[in-house]
């Protein structure tokens, strides 16, 4: 088997058991990573030689008989997570000479049980898009047809891993952006409940939505990174204080008796009929596990695209008011203050940031912001209600993650509402702020890789991963592998 197919668990086995050190399991990924790349674009930046040296690291301790589940495992992350020393753009050209001065809770994390840096991956510029295309730094394409996107923001992060670039990456997600790559690129990726992982360090885009999670190529892996990653950090105030279950002990106990809603306002009309078809592909393994279905409804799911695109971009339009070209990131050549804020911001921001950082700012003007903001926020309640609702008869929920497979590079670039009906399915769950994972589900007849989304009560992340874990072990569709 080539080490860069490899899971987190096949390989800590290999390099528990001394077969493979993890120099020369970083060293295969760096060549694979190079190999690939020109096709599909996952990386903007690549630490081969900090990377060989944390792995170095890593045989030291492993020859100690300190072997951790990810000591040694070679990782990447979105850019969006600061990392000291090792320049992070956020997908921006305003941040392209950004280097910080520290590093994220949740990256630190990681790294302090072992893990390996091989870089920072490519995303939509300050995670605002659904296809990698705003990016400053190219386009990546879908492992599985490099003519299609891989979805996004964190693009980079569910391209790598179905490359098999990384054995496993780090993503945001603030309406999607873990759940809807993962899907369109057959990997796991799981966005936590809001506060269970700590943002300190991650760059700001809508601070009441975002939240860290993993994107993998199984479920056992999921429940690893998430373990790693999850638990209250003094740093961030947002981040709640309670105990981190074991997640990988409660994976295999099975589905039986699991009530399952099938919320109506999800499997709609204009559904592609391949989702379809592995929707109800899906919904017949869990049956024949011994699930319930209970049919439920979400009655606000309408509103939940404008509620979103109200919310957060009002927040990311005070979220990106700091880059000013003053304490860090671009600054302009100009006379004068005035012009050199406005300057620095033009040649900086991308049009998909100008045009949300517009939005946000009229939503919150005075005079527009009880219409608008204010209104929002009432309906983000009602949605939030739905869920809890829903979750009095249910303990999980399954519905599509998108309403379509990965879409060609191009198609919506210029439609930016269709581009934005593309996490219909995603975004009530940020609203909500509770957690949602994406796992593999089936291909359309082209070939694309179809993810399944299960929405877990607040603080259950436990139940999601075990109903995936449960359809996982009765189907094969995480093994396959794109032909790249
Ligand atoms: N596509 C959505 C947006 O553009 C979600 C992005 C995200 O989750 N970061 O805002």
Redesign the pocket.
């Known amino acids: 088997m080539n080490i860069f197919d490899m899971t987190i668990h096949e390989l800590h086995t290999a390099l528990k058991g001394k077969q493979i050190s993890s120099v020369e399991a970083t060293s295969a990924m760096l060549k694979r990573i190079e190999a690939v790349e020109p096709n599909v674009g996952s990386f903007i930046t690549v630490t081969s030689e900090q990377a060989l040296a944390a792995a170095e690291q890593a045989d030291q301790l492993i020859a100690q008989g300190e072997c951790d589940l990810l000591t040694g495992i070679p990782l990447a992350i979105k850019d969006i997570f600061l990392t000291k020393g090792v320049r992070t753009t956020c997908g921006s050209r305003i941040l392209h000479n950004f280097i910080p001065p520290y590093s994220a809770t949740s990256w630190e994390k990681l790294r302090d049980r072992g893990a390996v840096l091989l870089g920072k991956l490519n995303q939509?510029e300050f995670?605002?898009?659904?296809s990698n295309e705003s990016s400053a730094y190219g386009i990546t394409r879908n492992p599985w047809d490099t003519t299609c996107i891989p979805g996004?923001?964190s693009g980079g992060s569910a391209a790598a891993v179905a490359a098999r670039q990384a054995i496993a990456t780090l993503g945001?997600?603030?309406?999607?952006?873990i759940r809807?790559p993962a899907s369109h690129c057959g990997c796991v990726g799981l966005k936590p409940t809001y506060g269970r992982v700590s943002r300190y360090g991650v760059i700001a885009?809508a601070s009441s939505l975002d939240q860290v999670g993993p994107l993998t190529r199984d479920v056992a892996d999921c429940a690893v990174m998430l373990g790693a990653l999850a638990g209250h950090d003094p740093k961030d105030s947002t981040s709640v204080d309670t105990p981190v279950p074991d997640y990988s002990a409660t994976l295999s106990q099975g589905v039986k008796g699991l009530r399952i809603g099938l919320p109506k306002e999800y499997f709609i009309d204009g559904l592609d009929p391949d989702v379809q078809k592995a929707m109800d592909a899906a919904i017949d393994t869990y049956r024949r596990l011994g699930a319930e279905f209970v049919d439920i409804s979400l009655p606000h799911t309408d509103y939940a695209v404008a509620t979103y695109y109200l919310i957060?971009t009002a927040e990311a339009s005070s979220n990106l008011a700091r880059y000013d070209g003053v304490r860090f990131g671009h600054r302009a050549e100009a006379d004068g203050l005035l012009e050199m804020y406005t300057k620095s911001r033009s040649e900086g921001f991308g049009s998909e940031v100008k045009r949300r950082i517009m939005l946000g700012t009229y939503a919150l003007s005075s005079g527009y912001y009880d219409a608008y903001y204010l209104k929002a926020q009432k309906v983000r309640t009602m949605i939030m209600n739905d869920f809890i609702k829903a979750f009095a008869s249910v303990d999980v929920i399954l519905t599509p993650v998108a309403p379509t497979p990965a879409f060609k590079i191009g198609e919506k670039i210029n439609d930016p509402l269709q581009m934005?009906l593309s996490?219909i399915f995603t975004i009530p769950v940020?609203l909500a702020g509770t957690c949602a994972m994406s796992l593999p589900a089936g291909f359309s007849a082209s070939g694309l890789p179809i993810g399944l989304q299960l929405i877990g009560k607040p603080f259950d992340e436990e139940s999601i991963l075990r109903a995936g874990y449960a359809f996982e072990q009765a189907t094969d569709w995480h093994t396959r592998k794109a032909a790249i």
């Open positions: 939509d995670a605002m898009g659904s996004g923001s945001t997600d603030t309406g999607g952006s809807q885009y957060a934005y996490d940020n």
